[in-house]
Every structure is written in C-alpha cells, then in structure tokens.
C-alpha cells in the first residue's frame, strides 16, 4: 500500500501452548517483507511467560488486587461490561486513579453487579509481551543473517523437520527429530543438517509403541 520497498510488520496470537497442556503461551511472528527483491523473511519466538488473564470484579478492591497480581501499572489492565460486551468497554488504564474512576463508573451502572477486568495484551501496554517481540526480532536478524549456499540470498532457514530417532528400548522410530531441512525461498536449493546435541536414541516414554 505504501509502495515502498521494504516493510516490516509484527502479530501476535495467545492461547493454548501446543506442547504443554493447559498452559498459556505467546507466539510472536516479525515479518520483514522485501518487494525489490521478492524475499519474506520471518522471525518468531514462543513463550510461555505470558499475564494473559481475566475475572469478573464486584468491587475496586476486588480490581486492585487483580490488577496487581497482573504487573500493574507497569502492565496496563482493560475493564468492559461483561466479558463478550462489545460496548463500554475502557482501555489504556494505567493509573490507580483511572483504575478506580473506570470500575466504579461502570459498577454505578443499572442493575450492574459485577464488571470484567482483564490484561491488557496489546503489545505497547504489555511489556511481558514486548520482550517476546524482542526475542521473535532477534531469530528475524539470524535469518537474515543466514545464506544461501547456491544463489547467497538471505533467508536460507529451517522449513521442514524429519523425525526417527530411535527408542531406547524397542528401537523403534519415534517422533523426536533428528534432521533439519532448509530451503532457500529465491532459487529451492535445499540442504538437509542434524538437530545439533540430538540423543542417539530417545527415551521409551516418547515412543508410541512403548507408551501410546
């Protein structure tokens, strides 16, 4: 839209960490765009060390404290109506004052019992959240760091994963990865690399055979 040749973009998307059960986490993707050249190199960091939360309050002291517990004011807070409402709904609170003004205008409401409180996860409200970010930016700058061994473009990262290394106990091949595969997205030269400090073998708790 811009019409310039490079541009730079972040997103980032929370929920369900795919490896731990029940636990919460972040993944951040930094995107670096290069039209003249026709190149996307990306970065991304995921983490579990997120505040993301939410709760329904009665009271301010009831705000406050979970407020606090969340990195307030330091992290900022939103408080809405209800949990789905999509009307008055107060954000960039990141004063004592204008916690206390918010929730009790809102609890001043008609037959207004209880509001919702919840994290601010917008990345310039959330500095757990900006570190992330740093981190997804710093794995963008090793992509552009890494060349093509046949044509030199940057941009010569891990784009597939061949898994196999065998169980401890039955031998068999398990899921655990052993090889990584890099393609270089300019001219499709590829190379395939060990996982460095992979195990020779993997534990028979992660075979599917041993233990489905």
């Keep these: 839209m811009s019409g310039l040749d490079l541009a730079i973009a972040s997103e980032g998307s929370f929920g369900a960490d795919p ?3 029940f636990i919460q986490s972040n993944l951040e993707l930094v995107l670096l765009v290069d039209t ?7 970065g991304h960091y995921r983490s579990t060390e997120t505040n ?7 009271t301010f002291e009831e705000a406050r404290n979970f407020a606090l517990k ?9 408080v809405r109506k209800s949990k789905k409402s999509k009307y008055y709904i107060y954000k960039d609170i990141v004063t004592h004052a204008d916690l206390e003004q918010r929730v009790l205008k ?4 008609l037959f ?17 959240r900006m570190q992330n970010i740093t981190k997804a930016t710093e794995d963008l700058i090793k992509n552009m760091k890494s060349l093509c061994p046949e044509c030199n ?19 068999r091949p398990t899921d655990r990865p052993n090889i990584l595969v890099y393609k270089c997205s300019k001219c499709d030269y590829s190379q395939e ?9 993997a534990d028979a708790g992660q075979c599917e055979y041993c233990n489905p």
């Design 106 to 109: 809102l609890l001043k409401r």
């Design 36 to 42: 003249k050249n026709n190149l996307e190199i990306r």
């Design 153 to 171: 473009t940057p941009g010569f990262v891990v784009v597939d994963v061949k898994r196999g290394i065998p169980c401890n106990l039955c031998g």
């Design 70 to 78: 969340w990195g307030f004011p330091d992290h900022g807070v939103i």
């Design 52 to 58: 993301m939360n939410g709760s329904y309050i009665s």
């Design 112 to 128: 207004t019992r209880k509001v919702y409180i919840e994290t601010d996860m917008r990345a310039h409200r959330n500095p757990t």
């Design 193 to 201: 690399s060990p996982v460095v400090d992979a195990p020779t073998s």
């Design 19 to 21: 490896q731990i059960p």
